[in-house]
């Protein structure tokens, strides 16, 4: 039972995170982003928001303390796409009842991958699943979560060996 609820978790996830390749969302779907600031960095082809930001398009909503956006050059007649995005700060990704936190989240748009890092958390529900990264293959309909890194030296004095960190899943049973 238990390993039902957690590929309907990481299903969840997956469909949650279904973006387009010029953008995170919905290809249709007027996109709006609100921060206290703006920045245009033409000469690196981004911009960057910072303050409360807070991003929405259709069902899907990004906040974070900063946010930037890097787009392609134009090409002739052709309109600039956005290539990356990075926020950083308190990130939270919520659609529907799914929610991903994280210190630091990157979306590559050429790999087609979302990555949550430090600390990162998502929830379906009352299910969780934590790890220090959330990496979501767009393509690929697949999820990876990834422990802490080696903390605790165990072993004595010597150190013989690193206690690995762990990833975890709180799955409520219905």
């Given at each position: 039972m238990i390993t039902k609820q957690l590929v309907a978790l990481f299903t969840a996830l997956a469909f949650t995170l279904i973006f387009s390749s010029t953008f995170l969302f919905a290809k249709s779907a007027p996109i709006t982003i609100e921060a206290d600031h703006m920045t245009s960095?033409?000469?690196?082809?981004?911009?960057?928001?910072?303050?409360?930001?807070?991003?929405?398009?259709?069902?899907?909503?990004i906040?974070?303390?900063e946010m930037t956006v890097y787009y392609t050059d134009a090409q002739k007649g052709g309109k600039q796409e956005v290539k990356r995005?990075?926020?950083?700060?308190?990130?939270?990704?919520t659609k529907g009842d799914w929610l991903g936190t994280g210190k630091i989240m990157n979306y590559l748009a050429k790999e087609r991958k979302v990555?949550?890092?430090?600390?990162?958390?998502?929830?379906?529900?009352?299910?969780?699943?934590?790890?220090?990264?959330?990496?979501?293959y767009l393509d690929e309909d697949r999820s990876e979560v990834i422990a802490d890194r080696p903390s605790v030296?165990?072993?004595?004095?010597?150190?013989?060996?690193?206690?690995?960190?762990r990833v975890k899943a709180t799955?409520?049973?219905e």
């Open positions: 960095l033409e000469k690196n082809n981004s911009v960057l928001f910072k303050g409360n930001v807070d991003a929405a398009q259709a069902e899907v909503r906040r974070s303390d995005l990075k926020c950083i700060g308190n990130v939270e990704i990555i949550l890092s430090g600390d990162a958390k998502a929830w379906q529900d009352t299910n969780l699943v934590t790890g220090d990264t959330i990496i979501y030296t165990t072993g004595g004095k010597k150190g013989k060996g690193k206690k690995q960190g799955l409520t049973p």
